[in-house]
């Protein structure tokens, strides 16, 4: 006897072909942006705007370098050396000696120069010593005689020294104040450029500079 299918499964299959005839009518009466594509066909995509727009930036263009300004080279400068506290360089003329204080010890050497530049030289020692012997065109200024006042006026009027003038000061060298006595009385009242003659009269007599002899 021929089998036939059970009446559920008719149905079923009944259904199933008319909800698919379905399909295909309300597909192919569908707008095209609605409209499902079949398999193998070519469907072109929407394109999209995007909503904004990004600014497109400037090309950076790069600064011109500054050209810096030719300078012209110039040469250091020497830097001076820098003499010792209490210190100064021997002059080779005393007039021109530069000093860093109103009083300084010169050696024998630069006495001799001093008195070859024409130097004022003043003799510290007592006027009894002078007398026996002084150095050449000396004058008598004895630091421990009670004319010594008198004595300096003479010599300033005599040779009218500046303050900056150089005047050289001896006495008998060693351990001979008389001096340093005599030129401090001379710094007091504004003579910035004493010479003291570090090894004195004795040290002159050794050389044989020029010497005299007489009152003061």
């Known amino acids: 006897m021929p ?3 059970r009446p559920t ?3 079923f299959i009944v259904l199933a072909g008319m909800a698919g ?3 295909l009518i309300s597909n192919a009466l569908s707008s095209s942006s609605r409209r499902l594509a079949w398999r193998g066909s070519v469907v072109a995509l929407p394109s999209f705007t995007p909503l904004v727009e990004r600014p497109t930036l400037p090309e950076q263009v790069p600064r011109p370098q500054a050209h810096e300004a030719s300078r012209p080279s110039v040469p250091d400068r020497p830097t001076p050396p820098i003499p010792r506290p209490g210190t100064a360089p021997s002059p080779s003329n005393p007039q021109e000696a530069v ?3 109103p009083i300084r010890e010169i050696s024998g050497q630069e006495a001799w120069q001093a008195f070859q530049a024409g130097v004022s030289f003043l003799d510290a020692r007592r006027s009894a010593e002078f007398v026996e012997g002084h150095i050449a065109r000396a004058w008598c200024t004895p630091v421990w005689e009670s004319d010594l006042d008198d004595r ?3 010599f300033k009027a005599a040779r ?4 900056e003038d150089s005047i ?3 006495c008998s060298g060693g351990d001979c104040q008389d001096s340093h006595i005599l030129a401090a009385k001379l710094s007091s009242e504004g003579y910035d450029h004493l010479l003291i003659y570090r090894d004195g009269f004795p040290d002159w007599l050794a050389q044989n500079r020029p010497v005299e002899k007489g009152q003061p």
């Open 160 to 163: 009218r020294p500046g303050s």
């Open 99 to 101: 000093v860093t204080s």
């Open 9 to 11: 499964a008719l149905r």
């Open 152 to 154: 300096l006026i003479s």
């Open 3 to 5: 089998h036939f299918p």
């Open 168 to 170: 050289v000061i001896y």
């Open 21 to 23: 005839v379905m399909a």
